[in-house]
């Protein structure tokens, strides 16, 4: 399957996934069971940029966020979210996010808001071959961390 096709077929997807009825929000182990060792391919709200990263074992997420191809992110689960830092621990910036399932619809909530982030859904492996582009960072787990965020991994 051509990237091009999968992300065409997303669209698709998720309008026969927003059908499912029950939702399901995921605690940290929950999110780190779906998400490592699979890409999550979805589009953000409001811009409907796409991003498409997949989740390597040891933190590093390999891929792209609204088109820009990643070349220093990770990731990481608190008990209740997932986190995305992007640079050196001087600039970082972090993300976190709530995930809530439905089906195969995963909704992408920011934290603490609450509002929607972005819709996705869970791609097996690697189907873009990210793993095979350079991704030679490392993911040193620090995200507390972040300047001007030292609370943010605590609940």
């Known amino acids: 399957m051509t990237r091009l096709a999968g992300i065409a077929g ?8 927003s059908q499912a009825p029950a939702v399901e929000r995921l605690s940290g182990d929950q999110i780190r069971r779906l998400f490592e060792g699979n890409t999550v391919s979805g589009r953000y709200s409001g811009s409907n ?3 498409s990263e997949y989740h390597h074992a040891d933190g590093r997420a390999s891929g792209h966020n609204r088109h820009l ?9 608190t008990p209740d979210a997932v986190c995305y830092y ?57 995200i507390s961390q972040v300047p001007g965020r030292s609370k943010l991994a605590r609940r």
Do not use: H
């Not at 191809?69 to 689960?77: E, K, V, Y």
């Not at 050196?88 to 910036?93: I, L, S, T, Y």
């Open 86 to 142: 992007y640079g050196p621990q001087e600039k970082r910036r972090t993300y976190c996010f709530t995930i809530e399932t439905s089906g195969d619809l995963i909704v992408i909530r920011n934290r603490p808001s609450g509002r929607i982030n972005g819709l996705a859904r869970i791609e097996k492996g690697d189907p873009y071959n990210y793993t095979a582009k350079k991704s030679d960072w490392v993911c040193d787990g620090l």
């Open 69 to 77: 191809t990643n070349t220093d992110a990770c990731w990481t689960t």
């Open 49 to 51: 940029l796409l991003f």
């Open 10 to 17: 997303f669209a698709f997807g998720l309008l026969a996934a």
